[in-house]
């Protein structure tokens, strides 16, 4: 898939610090930059997220890369995996989200946050009231809270990086571990 909109020119400042940040400016960053204003909020939001401790990490970067797999946001799950690199999290378990139904890599837990991902993601959504009652009661209502607002987000991103054209950008050939491509689908529907 090719940008189904150009890439705009940054302001000199913000490429050089996007370059000193990830070594090159994200695609998502130049396409919505047509509107400065939607990119500078998007900016200002996401460095927000980043400012969020009530949830762990580890459990929004794997969040993340689900809802990714799910929409089919080849940058998403391309940059989110570097991410987790870069924030020294568990690399084996984080290469793995693609394929997390047949991992044994993740405990009780992380199984849950990630099936919630997918539940948000789903159009409509299909979390379940057992589903969000488990996390709560393991999470505490404060990070439930920032753990829905975080995927909620990263859907937005996801779904808008997808429909102007943008992909992988190569940020994850950098990890160490190489990041586990989805199964097939078998005509089935998965399990909960």
């Known amino acids: 898939m090719a940008l189904r909109v150009p890439k705009a020119e940054l302001p000199i400042e913000l490429r050089e610090n996007m370059i000193k940040q ?18 500078t909020s998007n900016l200002e939001f996401s460095g927000k997220l980043a400012e969020w401790d009530a949830a762990d990490a580890g459990l929004k970067s794997f969040a993340h890369m689900a809802v990714a797999v799910q929409v089919g946001c080849s940058w998403c799950l ?27 890599v993740f405990t009780p837990l992380e ?20 589903l969000y009652a488990g996390l709560l009661e393991r999470l505490g209502p404060a990070a439930m809270v920032e753990l829905t607002a975080y ?17 992988s950008q190569g940020f994850s050939d950098a990890c160490e571990i190489p990041l586990a ?10 399990s909960a």
């Open 181 to 190: 491509k989805r199964p097939e689908p078998s005509g089935v529907a998965p």
């Open 78 to 104: 391309d940059v989110g995996y570097f991410q987790a690199q870069n924030q020294d999290l568990d690399l084996v378990k984080a290469s793995q989200v693609p394929r997390w139904r047949e991992s044994e």
């Open 151 to 167: 995927i909620a987000f990263v859907n937005m991103a996801t779904r808008n990086n997808n429909a102007n054209g943008v992909t």
């Open 22 to 39: 990830l070594g090159e400016v994200p695609e998502p960053v130049e396409v919505v930059w047509h509107s400065p204003k939607v990119a």
């Open 111 to 130: 199984r849950d946050v990630l099936e919630y991902a997918e539940a948000m993601t789903s159009t409509p959504p299909t979390v379940t009231d057992e």
